[in-house]
Every structure is written in C-alpha cells, then in structure tokens.
C-alpha cells in the first residue's frame, strides 16, 4: 500500500463546475500537507498549503484536511479550461523531511 | 518570491556523453535543494537531497556515481548525468526548499523542468 493514495483520473469536467480532488495517506506521522498543480511538461506548482485540520481558501481553491481520517481535499470552485493539469497531493512529517506524493489525478476542464 | 529556474530546458544528447543541469533559486536561499525525475504520466520520483556544502544523500536504487550531485553555494545546485544512456531519457526537476511570499512555512518550491533525450 502506497503511504499516499489519489486517484490519477482523468477528471474531466465542464467549464464552470466544482472540482473535487482527494487524497488518502496511511502514516500519522504525515504532519504538513501541500497542493501542487502540474501543467503538461513544466515543473509543480504550489498552490496550497495546509497545517491543521480544517479549511484553508485561497480565491477558487479551497484545501480541506481531516487528519482524523487521513483524507485531505482541494476544491476548485467556478473551474476554467486553464485549471486543466494533473494535481499532487504532497505531505511530510517536518518542513525539513522530504515530501511524500500521490499520483496525481488528471483534470480536464472543457468549454 | 520563491522562484526556482532550470537550465537547460531541454537537451539532446549521444549515448555516452555527460550533461550537466543546473537549478538555481533566483530569490531566496536554500541550504537544501532536491532532484527528482518524472516518467510521463507517473509522479515524481525523488533521486537525492542536495545539502549546501554538503555530500548528497541518494535515494536506494539510485547510482550515486551515475548522478553526480553538486551544491556549491546556497543558490544553486547542479546535477551530471554521466555517459549517459537512453535509459536516462527523462524529466528532471529539481526542488529547493525556502519560504515563500504567501506565508508559508518553510516547503519546496520547484524548477520548471529539463527534459533529457539520450540518442
């Protein structure tokens, strides 16, 4: 079993739908939690990241954690074909220790 | 902030050959950078921790000799690739870890990306 667990899509949406994209991790020691956006051969790019449990929003995109049951979410509001990416959940146990990813999940936003 | 530049971009290159990819963090320092390469359509696969002054510290599997790490300053890291082989046709990305501009705790932060093509 991988340590972080997402589904690799591919999501594909109409314009103007709310995304919803999850992760699963098994290791409680997973302490920071990080959204990234990956547009078709360039490098990741951070989009959100979160601490505690709750809700953290930031303009369309809003990244939800409940350590409890070892889930983190990231919602795109009002989604835009430019919004089609792969996205990576990323966590660690310290802002030091290296980062742990899923799959990445695929989304297609189309007009 | 927290921008992150890879040169080159691309490279094409004869089996055999060494190339050497340099990921720079244009502002803000960073004692630890990160090398990762990434299959199409699979995640990122961490090969080593570059630490500023520092030996590297590999990942199992990867060759060390194979993929010489350098980090001399706190602002840029490279990576060699040497004799290399179709088999390292890859997208190579690096990572540097700094604070960013939005109020985060210390994270990575990443390079755009080096596609190597062995011939």
């Known amino acids: 079993q991988k340590e972080v667990e997402q589904d690799p899509g591919p999501l594909s949406v109409p314009e103007g739908a709310i995304v919803s994209l999850n992760c699963t991790y098994s290791?409680?020691?997973?302490?920071?939690f990080m959204w990234y956006r990956q547009y078709s051969r360039k490098g990741p790019e951070l989009l959100m990241y979160t601490y505690s449990s709750g809700n953290k929003e930031d303009g369309r995109f809003t990244a939800q954690v409940d350590k409890s049951s070892k889930y983190i979410s990231l919602f795109i509001r009002d989604s835009q074909p430019s919004d089609s990416a792969t996205y990576l959940c990323?966590?660690?146990?310290?802002?030091?220790?290296?980062?742990?990813f899923g799959t990445g999940t695929r989304l297609q936003v189309t007009l | 902030g927290a921008v992150v530049s890879q040169h080159p971009s691309w490279v094409i290159c004869k089996s055999g050959t060494s190339v050497k990819i340099e990921c720079r963090s244009l502002d803000f320092q960073a004692t630890t950078m990160f090398w990762y390469r990434q299959f199409p359509k699979q995640s990122l696969m961490l090969m080593a921790t570059s630490n500023e002054g520092s030996k590297a510290t590999y990942e199992q599997g990867v060759e060390k000799d194979k993929f010489l790490i350098n980090h001399a300053s706190l602002t840029l890291s490279t990576l060699t690739v040497t004799s290399a082989h179709p088999e390292d046709s890859s997208f190579y990305i690096c990572?540097?870890?700094?604070?960013?501009?939005?109020?985060?705790?210390?994270?990575?932060?990443f390079g755009p990306g080096t596609r190597l093509l062995v011939l």
């Open positions: 990572s540097a870890r700094g604070f960013g501009t939005m109020g985060y705790q210390e994270t990575q932060y």
């Open positions: 990323a966590t660690n146990t310290g802002t030091a220790s290296k980062l742990t």
């Open positions: 290791n409680s020691a997973f302490q920071y």
